[in-house]
């Protein structure tokens, strides 16, 4: 029977919930257990597949195509395990799926009501996992912050959750806030206290309270939130702001987490050999040389709308031991005029997915910039479609060339809506999305990277490269290096002569991993550093021209 997990937050949000969920899993996974998570979203959206990055970050994808919260992402890449849609549930999901069950008679002749229906409906979700993934810990983070009204039937799911299966299976993890206050130069502990009565007057009593702060605390502190917070002191668990969010294993690890839980689910004590751990965290944290790389996008003023590209990139550069330092470039104030002050000191460049025309023209100013200036650059989705456009653009000399996205019109369609899409009329989940199979052509930069001949990557589009113009862009030098078996979709292209210029229909960012990082991002890092290190064509010509 699997154990569970149950970590809430307290005070304020966006302090680290989801980091320190994902390193409870990578410290019982490295002690020898089998773990798996669920992430508990209280909001009313299905899935954030069709909400705004700036409203909710990046949309995960998981290998079974479902949209997810980006928590997920932090889980797959700490722990090293492939989620499914069982992960990651939502208000949304339960609600429709009680109202649905309601409409064919499931319930004749009841009431349906929050308790026990919606309840028993999260309860299912939790208990179906562990039976589909036989793991002996399931740990569950529940979004959002203890006080929040929609989040009430996920605490009150929880709480039910020990009597259904036993005391001595869960274990409740608050993780909560200490603020600073510089005048008396105090950490104060009120704020946790409240949120722990909260959490009581639901019926929760936390076994452990995992405490963020800007900086470590003495005894006194933990010892005060013990007796107020009814916790053993050895549970109170000190998790001040780190260099690297890949130390927060080792943190939790050595404040005695780990010890505390097996001691309550009376597992044997776990021997992480943290020996591996140590000395990545060292290598991360060593000084480096530095390359810079930009990010060319809409939503760059949210970091947390490209995570998963970001931590790709930062995984590349632990493999080359270079610190990445990420330039987040707003691709709608980039025009042919300032192009060049906004990318010139850059050795590489990503232009990641997206959506919508905003910002497009200054991307493919991007593309023509890296381009001519023998720049790297690597395409993510929508970045591989501004490729081929820009290329149509300006080799083809086709000026209006364009995605069917942008302007249903264009005389020149070179990226279209896919033919399975036309006649699709929700727009929620409806994307090509999850895991396909993508076959690389001989004699090709991927095909060297990848050293097979065969991938499966993660999707998530609408649109496609237009084949009626693989020939001629080939011609060109631009050319189809993947594509699916049936030979139907383009899934990379890559310019021939160009030390790095490379687009993927897929996103390679969601199979980065921090210790094996994606050979693509590896590749693109490696060949940035090389034209940092060489100078840019552009910089040769400078040289040149005295
Ligand atoms: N908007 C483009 C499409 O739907 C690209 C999608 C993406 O970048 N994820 O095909």
């Known amino acids: 029977m699997s154990k569970y997990i149950f970590v809430t937050g307290g005070v304020v949000s966006s302090v680290g919930k989801g980091i320190a969920t994902a390193s409870i899993g990578k410290i019982l996974k490295s002690g020898g257990l089998q773990v798996s998570v669920i992430k508990l979203d209280p909001y009313l959206n299905v899935d954030p597949g069709t909400m705004s990055p700036f409203q909710h970050g990046e949309v995960f994808v998981t290998g079974d195509g479902s949209e997810t919260d980006l928590d997920l992402g932090h ?108 005048t008396t130069g105090e950490l104060k502990t009120k704020p946790t206290q409240h949120s722990v009565r909260e959490l009581r007057s639901i019926g929760i009593q936390p076994d452990a309270i995992i405490c963020r702060s800007e900086q470590e605390f003495d005894d006194s502190i933990k010892t005060k939130i013990a007796v107020h917070c009814d916790v053993a002191k050895n549970s109170v668990i000190s998790a001040p702001t780190l260099e690297s969010v890949y130390e927060v294993p080792l943190m939790l690890y050595e404040e005695g987490l780990s010890d505390i839980i097996a001691d309550a689910f009376s597992i044997q004590e776990f021997h992480w050999d943290i020996e591996y751990w140590e000395k990545f965290v060292r290598l991360i944290k060593a000084p480096k040389n530095i390359i810079k790389v ?31 330092d990420v330039v987040w470039i707003n691709s709608e104030e980039i025009d042919s005029n300032n192009v060049d002050y906004h990318l010139s000191n850059l050795s590489g460049i990503v232009v990641p997915g997206g959506f919508g025309y905003r910002g497009v023209e200054g991307m493919i100013e991007t593309v023509k910039y890296a381009r001519e200036n023998n ?24 000026p209006r060339a ?36 993508c076959m690389l052509l001989e004699n090709t930069k991927v095909s060297e990277f990848y050293g097979v001949e065969s991938i499966f990557e993660r999707h998530r ?58 050979p693509l991002f590896r590749e693109f890092v490696g060949a940035a550093i090389k034209t940092m290190l060489h100078g840019s064509q552009h910089e040769m010509e400078l040289e040149s021209l005295g």
């Open 461 to 518: 589009h609408r649109f496609e490269f237009n084949n009626d113009y693989k020939a001629s862009l080939s011609e060109v030098g631009l050319v189809a290096s993947g594509q699916s078996p049936d030979g139907m979709l383009v899934e990379v292209m890559e310019l021939q002569g160009h030390p790095f210029m490379i687009g993927t229909q897929y996103h390679p960012e969601f199979l980065s991993r921090p210790d094996s990082p994606h």
């Open 402 to 437: 364009n995605s069917t996205e942008f302007e249903t019109d264009t005389p020149d369609p070179v990226i279209d809506l896919m033919i399975e899409q036309r006649d699709i009329k929700d727009l929620g989940g409806t994307m090509r999305l999850g895991i396909y199979e």
């Open 375 to 398: 720049i790297p650059y690597f395409g993510l989705c929508l970045g591989m479609q501004v490729m081929v456009i820009e290329a149509a653009r300006n080799l083809l000399r086709k």
């Open 75 to 182: 889980y797959e890449r700490f722990i090293d395990i492939d989620l499914t849609k069982s992960s990651n549930v939502t208000s949304g999901q339960i609600y429709s799926d009680v109202i649905s069950r309601e409409r064919r008679g499931e319930f004749l002749g009841g009431t349906i009501q929050s308790v026990p229906h919606v309840t028993d409906a999260i309860k299912a979700k939790m208990l179906n996992l562990a039976d589909e993934s036989k793991a002996d810990v399931i740990i569950v983070e529940v979004g959002g912050t203890v006080g929040d009204i929609e989040g009430l039937p996920f605490l009150e799911a929880i709480r039910q959750m020990r009597n259904e299966v036993g005391k001595d299976n869960v274990f409740y993890i608050h993780l909560t806030y200490l603020p600073y206050i510089a």
């Open 294 to 324: 930009g990010i060319v996008g809409k939503y760059v003023d949210l970091h947390d709308a490209y995570i998963s590209v970001k931590e790709a990139l930062l995984h590349a550069g632990f493999f080359h031991e270079y610190d990445i």
